[in-house]
């Protein structure tokens, strides 16, 4: 199990968060820190879930995008509820997930 999930952790970095294949480099700003990292944006497939909240099953949140980065280039797990800023635009984080070092976060724009 060991050589499985250091091989998922070398495929993270190498393919999905390599800047040539899927990631773009963006600024992080969480909790007063600022991270130049590269991560994958997700818009198409929170438009599903963009619905007004009135419109959601319990547990079922309206997110407008989800991020994907490697916990590695972050360090830190980002807390629900919290602001976060990526490239000067600020989100609320509805739903955070931590897949075998992947954070996935489900974000609500708060600017434009």
């Given at each position: ?7 998922f ?10 800047g040539?294949?899927?990631?773009e480099?963006?600024e ?24 007004p909240?009135t ?15 490697a ?5 830190v797990?980002p ?16 739903s ?8 996935i976060?489900?974000?609500?724009r708060?600017t434009?």
């Open positions: 199990m060991a050589n499985f999930k250091a091989q952790e070398r495929d993270l970095k190498a393919v999905f968060h390599n040539k294949e899927f990631a480099v963006k992080i700003g969480y909790n007063g820190n600022y991270y130049k990292i590269p991560v994958v944006i997700d818009s198409e497939g929170a438009k599903d879930r963009q619905k909240s419109d959601n099953a319990n547990g079922i949140f309206a997110v407008d995008m989800v991020m994907y980065a916990y590695s280039d972050l360090g797990i807390k629900q509820g919290q602001p976060i800023e990526i490239d000067g635009d600020i989100f609320r984080i509805v955070v997930q931590n897949e075998m070092g992947e954070l976060l489900s974000l609500r708060l434009a």
